[in-house]
T-cell receptor
């Protein structure tokens, strides 16, 4: 079964440093997302991406965040200057509307970001 | 506004049946998902309902009533490995396709 692949699985970074979280969505999927989950809290939407541009972003997704699909396969989330409160699990997801079996959505296994 | 409510935690006995309820109020609706999540792991897909009624898949069933903004997940023949968090999420496809998640219900299955 096709998978959404995320790397790294765990990243530790110092406050103020830039981090890039990487995702390889499923190849025929059209919509791409980033979500985050702070420990003990609910999964929160960050941003959706379609047709090489952001289609929606949440209040969390401020100027410190950016997304790119640089080469047609990778989908990256960059945090420019990390803060302690950015520590969370970050999940990438991709979607194709024709996949009714799973509602079209596939999540990656996540990157645990720890800011120290 | 967007609001999804589900109980914070539930406890049940191995072999029993448990029903986890979810109510939602969203400005768009294109289906409701149930996911299972073990601590530190990604959500695992369980079910997707877009029409009213019951969807059955082995030990798991999910029900949707769009007019009532209500869904439940039914787990039968509970096993210890079913101890996990169960997430209700609404697809708001007219808003870029995002999923709006509830807080999750932490289910503890006891012997």
């Amino acid at each position: 079964e096709p998978e959404v692949t995320q790397t790294p699985s765990h990243q530790v970074t110092q406050m103020g440093q830039e981090v890039i979280l990487r995702c390889v969505p499923i190849s025929n999927h059209l919509y791409f997302y980033w979500y985050r989950q702070i420990l003990g809290q609910k999964v929160e939407f960050l941003v959706s991406f379609y047709n090489n541009e952001i289609s929606e972003k949440s209040e969390i997704f401020d100027d410190q965040f950016s997304v790119e699909r640089p080469d047609g396969s990778n989908f990256t989330l960059k945090i420019r200057s990390t803060k302690l409160e950015d520590s969370a699990m970050y999940f990438c997801a991709s979607r194709v509307p024709s996949d009714r079996a799973k509602g079209g959505y596939t999540f990656g296994s996540g990157t645990r970001l720890t800011v120290v | 506004g967007q609001n999804i409510d589900q109980p914070t935690e539930m406890t049940a006995t191995e072999g029993a049946i448990v029903q986890i309820n979810c109510t939602y109020q969203t400005s768009g609706f294109n289906g409701l998902f149930w996911y299972q999540q073990h601590a530190g792991e990604a959500p695992t897909f369980l079910s997707y309902n877009v029409l009213d009624g019951l969807e059955e898949k082995g030990r798991f069933s999910s029900f949707l009533s769009r007019s009532k903004g209500y869904s439940y997940l039914l787990l039968k023949e509970l096993q210890m490995k079913d101890s996990a968090s169960y997430l209700c999420a609404v697809a708001a496809y007219n808003q870029g396709g995002k999923l709006i998640f509830g807080q999750g219900t932490e289910l503890s299955v006891k012997p």
